[in-house]
């Protein structure tokens, strides 16, 4: 069970890394000094992309909708989440992958392809999509329906078990 000091720590924890997020979309072109400085911003943004999905199925896995096997009904719910999540994450890599390679013995120069500024376009729709879907979440899963056995939860097992 997800009690409320828990889930606010969690809370704390996934915000902070959204928010290093949102800063390093915002503010990852303006640095340019040394090459080896946007490579650690990146892979720390990715890592953190990376440990929220964690988090959010971690989160999953401690509800009772789960450990009353109702995987259906989470995966069902929030299914928006999950796949943005793993675009959001494929394009994110791709794109700093890709600028680390042009960019990495040019710091100086402006090394922008119509691929790059295209990758970089679909990352940041994708990043705002990402935004609204995991704060959304996140804020359901601290519903504590999710964490007890309510009716809610009894009419739904019998409407899937039919």
């Known amino acids: 069970?997800?009690?409320?000091?828990?889930?606010?720590?969690?809370?704390?924890?996934?915000?902070?890394f959204m928010i290093y997020d949102l800063m390093s979309n915002s503010f990852s072109e303006l640095i340019f000094t040394e090459p080896v400085i946007p490579l650690i911003m990146f892979i720390i943004q990715d890592v953190g992309i990376l440990f929220n999905v964690i988090v959010?199925?971690?989160?999953?896995?401690?509800?009772?909708?789960?450990?009353?096997?109702?995987?259906?009904?989470?995966?069902?719910?929030?299914?928006?989440?999950?796949?943005?999540?793993?675009?959001?994450?494929?394009?994110?890599?791709?794109?700093?992958?890709?600028?680390?390679?042009?960019?990495?013995?040019?710091?100086?120069?402006?090394?922008?392809?119509?691929?790059?500024?295209?990758?970089?376009?679909?990352?940041?729709?994708?990043?705002?999509?990402?935004?609204?879907f995991y704060k959304r979440t996140t804020l359901c899963l601290g519903d504590p329906r999710l964490y007890e056995d309510s009716e809610w939860l009894r009419n739904e097992f019998f409407r899937v078990r039919k």
């Open 1 to 16: 069970m997800l009690q409320t000091s828990n889930y606010s720590l969690v809370l704390t924890i996934q915000f902070t």
């Open 56 to 132: 959010i199925f971690l989160m999953f896995f401690n509800t009772f909708i789960f450990q009353a096997g109702l995987v259906k009904l989470l995966i069902h719910r929030f299914t928006g989440t999950i796949v943005v999540s793993g675009i959001y994450f494929i394009l994110s890599v791709s794109f700093h992958v890709w600028i680390q390679n042009l960019r990495w013995w040019n710091m100086r120069g402006y090394v922008w392809t119509k691929g790059l500024q295209a990758l970089f376009v679909f990352q940041r729709l994708a990043s705002v999509l990402y935004y609204y």
